[in-house]
Structures are given as C-alpha cells and as structure tokens.
C-alpha cells in the first residue's frame, strides 16, 4: 500500500483607473479634495505565509453564498478534510484521495493551479468529495481571516470554507526533524513497561535507503517500540514499511521518550504469511 501525495494557476490582478473630477482651485475646500483625490487606496495586507505553514488546517464549517451548509464535504465525521501548506504546494487529505499541487500568494489573494490526485476509488459519498472540494479550491480564493487558530477562504462563487488550526510536528517540537524508515513486525509482543501491567510493544527495526531508494546493508534485529507513532495505527498480521519523522523532545518527563516519531508515509504493506 503506497500512499503518495503530491495545485499551479497564474492570475491577474485588475485595476481600473479613472480620471479625477476638476477642481475650482477657488473653491476653499479645493485643497482636501485635491489631497483625497491624490491619496492611494491603503494597499491589502499581505497573507503570512510561515502562519499557514505552521499548521494542519481542519474544515469546520462549510458554506455557500446563501449560507446554507455544504453537507457533502462532511462525509467523515472523525476525519475532516484538512489542508496542508509547504514549500509553495497546498495538499488536501482525508478525501477519497490525496490531492495536491502549487499555489501563490499575493495582498489577500490565494491562488491555487491545478490540482492532481492519487486514483483510488472509494464507496458511497466519499467517491464524490474529491470533486467538490478541488472546484471550491482550484484558482482564486480570498483570505478573509487568518491567525494562529483559524483560517477562512471566500471561493470566487461565494462559498465560505472556514478552518480550525492543529499545529505540525514542525511547530510542536521546534524543528524539521529527522527522517528514518522503520519496518512494524505484523504481531505485537508483551513488553516490561514501569507504569504499565501487561504492556504490549511493536516490534521494530530501522531499513536505511541511500538517496537513489536502494536499500543498505542488513537488517538488524527487531526490538520493543514503545510509545507510539503519532498516524500510524497499526494492524494486527499486516507488516508494514513506514517512513517517518522524528523529533528530538525537549525536557521530557521523567521515564517519558526523548523522540517523538510522526508518520510520513506508508512505503510498503503487506499481509503476513
């Protein structure tokens, strides 16, 4: 099972000038009028791009321009659709697929290009949900509000997508982390564990890839995995390949772990024999 995920459409902004009306230079209040007539419109404030970047954005509430709720894009209530921002690429997941692809920032503006997707097909509504959010996605939207918690989006149609923020991994713990591959034994096993009775622990060990994906070296042997791995919910006979991000923890408490791990990617998975 690979899961690879991967929006980019230029714009232009319009402007119309017009000509001022005449002013009596006799007319006392000519000297304001001229003022305002010179002044410039206060130009729009420019989107923050590293606040985007710091977070998960969840869809909260989903309007169209008569402000009725647009149920389709609510198929999975425990898995909201959520946007992610980097490196000038917008993805979208818990969709029926991974959609992705670039976008731009200018003053108010998010523009987003074409949009790609993995091609898995799914049952019932959430076959449809793919559609619906890339056509409110795709080409020009509005930031009407962005901070630390919340971010909402205008679609050129009206619609109105507003979002709640869930800080990345990135932000979490200060940093990019590292990246390492782990292979999950299909079966846990029981484990000592200080603050828990009859703990079960993965079974893991690290796989090494040089830059080209080709494996080095040899297997090690598997070993207790204890914590968890923040994604990653594991299947019981199901071996798995996973790609992850870890994070060095900063002052973690006592008989607590000193990294953190984060899913990146499931590279490979397979039932057990």
Known sequence: MKRILLLALPFALMTACSKP??????????????????????ATANIDA???????????TA????????????VQADKPLTLDFKDNRLSVS?????????????????????????NKACQGPLMAVDGLISERLQGKLTVRALDASALTLVTASGDV???RAEPTAETRYGGPGETVFMEVEPQTKPCPHPLMKDATCLQVREV????????????????????????YTHEPGVRNVLRLKRYEIKNPPADAPSQAYVLDMVVMSEMAK
Request: aromatic share 8%.
């Open 50 to 60: 590293s606040q985007l970047g710091a977070n998960h954005w969840l869809l909260d």
């Open 161 to 163: 997508l507003s979002f």
């Open 63 to 74: 309007v169209d321009a008569s402000g009725k709720r647009i149920d389709g894009l609510f």
């Open 208 to 231: 090494k890839y040089n830059e080209q994906g080709l494996e080095q070296g040899k297997r090690g042997e598997f070993t207790n995995f204890y914590g968890n791995i923040e994604g």
């Open 21 to 42: 009306p005449a002013v009596d230079a006799t007319d006392p209040a000519a000297p304001a009028a001229t003022a305002a007539a010179a002044t410039p419109a206060a």
């Open 94 to 118: 818990n969709a029926c697929n991974n959609i992705g692809g670039g976008y731009t920032l200018e003053g108010d503006a998010l523009t987003v290009g074409n949009l790609m997707s993995t």
